[in-house]
């Protein structure tokens, strides 16, 4: 196994300049970057893979976690370019880079187009469309660091070059427009939904607290996962809903960094929580939904920095509660997903995969039909701080780290 000195990671951390803000508007003390070995329990995925198979207990799994590309940026998200098979990775700072299985070459350098003024601001999202020339970006548009956040979250395309498979940043169509009063909470993510739709994750808008009650505010796109088409250079809602947003599919989210469908067409979102909890929800793509926030937090009512570890409260008919919520203990902090494991490794699979972006813990998320129940399990630490999973082109699991290396469990 072939891991990352300490050393080496801090000085791979794209934040020790000092160039981004770390005015994070909400409170929240973002951590300095550490490091450490990855560390896999391997009893934990022994037994992950015995409930699997039904083998008998002593037949070995085994799963190596290597370092796969060394630092630059803060990777965050990769896909696999149908066209060619490469793998296609999006770093915060506006780069979009592949890798052919021996080397990284640029696909774009859109950094000219994004804000990095915050940590949590950049390029956020990208998904390829049925058109292999055409794909889409999800970014929080460039403009001032200082006074009030003057910076939208833009949805866009890009046609990516027949001849050379790059996208120019001076060929960038702006689809959509959102407002985001302050700068953090962006959301961003894109997720392709199949026959022709996606799915658009929208944070709250930010500060602390949901100022300005967009959780609950049906009129505003923040704080929502959108639904919609792509149709003649236009994006249109992917449902026939009379209600003042079509496009709104689900609210009362906070920040909704990741999300995945699964194999039966469920929709899996990790909402990052504020002071106390961080939650999974399950919900699906043919019913709008309210998930809570900020009237609930977790399975709470949410009070703010006032967090509550009594029993949780009695479910409110009108929110949805997620199927996990975790505390804040043992330096837990932020929640990242996640992806439906109907891929990968044979012990990780027919779960929900997430990770902790203080602790490098990682879950998975099992239903048990013994307690009729989602369980989890927690299968090892990535010895850093996560900020997203991806596919490699061989079914690896890829963790990518804060402080740009990205790993590989194989």
Not at 176 to 205: C, M, T
Request: aromatic share 10%.
């Amino acid at each position: 196994m072939r891991v990352l000195p300490i050393a080496l990671v801090l000085l791979l951390s794209p934040f020790s300049a000092g160039c981004l803000s770390d005015d994070s508007d909400d409170g929240f003390d973002w951590p300095d970057p550490s490091g450490n070995e990855c560390n896999l329990d391997k009893d934990a995925l022994q037994e992950l893979a015995d409930l699997r198979t039904e083998a008998e207990l002593g037949n070995s799994v085994s799963l190596d976690c290597d370092l796969f590309i060394e630092g630059f940026d803060t990777p965050h998200h990769s896909l696999i370019n149908p066209s060619n098979g490469d793998l296609w990775i999006v770093y915060l700072s506006g780069f979009i880079k592949s890798w052919d299985g021996d080397s990284l070459e640029d696909v774009a350098d859109l950094s000219s187009l994004v804000s990095r003024c915050h940590m949590e601001q950049g390029l956020l999202g990208l998904a390829f469309t049925d058109d292999p020339q055409m794909v889409l970006l999800s970014y929080v548009e460039d403009g001032v660091c200082e006074g009030e956040n003057q910076s939208d979250l833009v949805l866009s395309y890009a046609t990516v070059g027949e001849d050379n498979g790059k996208i120019d940043a001076a060929d960038i169509t702006v689809l959509k427009e959102i407002e985001q009063p302050y700068r953090n909470h962006n959301g961003g993510f894109l997720l392709h939904a199949g026959n022709g739709s996606f799915l658009w994750g929208v944070g709250d808008g930010g500060s602390a607290n949901d100022p300005e009650s967009n959780g609950q505010d049906n009129s505003t796109e923040l704080g929502t996962i959108l639904f919609f088409k792509l149709e003649n250079g236009e994006v249109v809602p992917a449902i026939d809903d009379s209600s003042e947003n079509p496009f709104i599919l689900h609210h009362g989210l906070r920040n909704p960094w990741r999300f995945d469908l699964d194999s039966e067409g469920r929709l899996w979102i990790a909402d990052v929580g504020q002071s106390c909890w961080e939650e999974v929800n399950l919900v699906t793509i043919h019913e709008k939904a309210n998930l809570g926030w900020a009237e609930r937090e977790g399975y709470h009512s949410f009070e703010g920095a006032s967090c509550s570890e009594a029993h949780p409260d009695v479910p409110d008919a009108n929110y949805i509660d997620p199927v996990l919520a975790y505390s804040h203990q043992n330096g837990n902090c932020s929640i990242t997903g996640g992806y439906w494991m109907d891929w990968g490794p044979e012990a990780l699979r027919d779960g929900y995969l997430f990770g902790d972006f203080c602790t490098g813990a990682i879950w998975l998320l099992k239903w048990s039909d013994e307690g009729a129940v989602w369980e989890e399990t927690l299968i090892g630490h990535s010895g850093g701080m996560i900020v997203g999973f991806g596919e490699g082109t061989e079914g690896e699991l890829l963790i990518f780290h804060w402080t740009g290396e990205i790993l590989r469990i194989s």
